[in-house]
């Protein structure tokens, strides 16, 4: 875990136009300067970034928000009242003081204030706004830990913060509130119902902004990943793999109880909850790649709570054709 000191070394470095890796509840965020430019160029070349693709903007508390956004509808207040600090990242209309390197060229900016207390700690002694896409090469897994971080970035990063493993394991759920009518964008920890219930009326999915998380392929392991579906097609799919490929299985403790686990499979993860499904899924991912797993098969969970933004991980984990 980071103390003090290391918070210090790393509001230095963002000062300086550094790089800064540091935990929040959802995911390790590589940070930079939302007002650097140069800051913000370097990121995006760490990442491996294409230039068009905007990252999200961290606040260190709601009461900042018309310092970088302008137009708030009256929608975007009160889903910050209820969800920050927390898993959504809301798209409003950019301020001047946002880079437009950091939006990707767009006239909106993403923005979150984050539910963790050393990410809170890094924004209030930074005192500005942090640009952090997950802490990971472009496409590739999100990093839950500190030490993925390393692995991923090693010395292409200025400070890592160890802030511990992310509780909730999966993105932050993006709604654009630009526009005439809220949208979610992406899936993640704050469930669509619960977006539903503070709009009260149902929110639709899906969008035609640009959004990597959007991209059908991402979230990638080295290993292929295959969904199933139904439970009952667990060993079928288990079955159809190339007998020389080492398989890991993915899936809820109760569906490995009453399916039971081929003989030929290992258990990557087998988790009691959806919300433990998420909270392992990036951990168990890359673990499969650590063990020289080939080809990884998970059964999605049901789209309850955090299920459907699990479901949607691990599509596009599949869709990516490795
Ligand atoms: O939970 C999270 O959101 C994590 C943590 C670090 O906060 N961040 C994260 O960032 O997932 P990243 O860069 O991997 O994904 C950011 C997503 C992308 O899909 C991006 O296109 C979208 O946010 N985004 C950012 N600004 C946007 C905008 N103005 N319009 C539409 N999409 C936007
Ligand atoms: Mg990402």
């Keep these: 875990m980071s103390g003090t000191r290391d918070l210090e070394r790393a509001v230095m470095a963002l000062r300086r136009g550094g790089l800064v890796a540091f935990p929040t509840e959802t995911v390790y965020g590589l940070g930079a300067d939302a007002t650097d430019a140069g800051a913000l160029t370097r990121l995006y070349a ?3 970034r294409p230039a068009d693709h905007p990252v999200i903007v961290h606040l260190g508390e709601a009461a900042v928000l018309d310092d970088w956004a302008v137009a708030v509808p009256p929608v975007a207040r009160a889903l910050a009242a209820r969800f920050w600090p927390g898993p959504l990242t809301l798209v409003l209309e950019a301020a001047d003081t946002v880079s437009r390197v950091a939006t990707g060229g767009l006239a909106t900016v993403g923005l979150r204030v984050p539910a963790h207390p050393v990410a809170l700690e890094l924004l209030a002694a930074f005192g500005g706004a ?4 997950s802490a990971n090469r472009f496409g590739r897994v ?10 991923d970035l090693g010395p292409d990063v200025d400070v890592v913060l160890d802030g511990g493993s992310c509780a909730v394991g999966v993105e932050s759920t993006i ?3 630009s526009g005439a009518e809220p949208r979610i964008l992406r899936l993640g920890g704050v469930t669509a119902d619960a977006i539903a219930s503070v709009l009260g009326a149902p929110v639709a999915v899906g969008g035609t902004t640009r959004a990597p998380g959007t991209l059908a392929a991402h979230y990638a392991p080295d290993a292929r990943v295959v969904v199933v579906e139904d439970e009952h097609d667990l060993g079928a799919a288990v079955a159809a793999v190339d007998p020389e490929d080492a398989v890991g299985v993915l899936a809820l403790r109760e569906v ?6 081929p003989d030929a499979a290992t258990t990557l993860s087998a988790p009691a909850t959806v919300e433990e499904y998420a909270r392992v899924l990036y951990r168990a991912l890359r ?8 080809v990884v098969v998970a059964v999605l969970p049901p789209p ?3 299920g459907a933004a699990v479901a949607d991980r691990l599509r596009r984990a599949a869709a990516s054709g490795r």
């Design 130 to 133: 942090v640009a952090a896409p």
């Design 175 to 177: 709604v654009d509130v």
């Design 287 to 294: 673990e499969a790649d650590d063990l020289g797993i080939d």
């Design 256 to 261: 490995l109880g009453t399916v039971g686990l």
């Design 46 to 48: 760490v990442k491996g």
């Design 142 to 151: 999100s990093p839950t830990t500190a030490d993925a971080v390393r692995r």
């Design 304 to 306: 309850d709570g955090l």
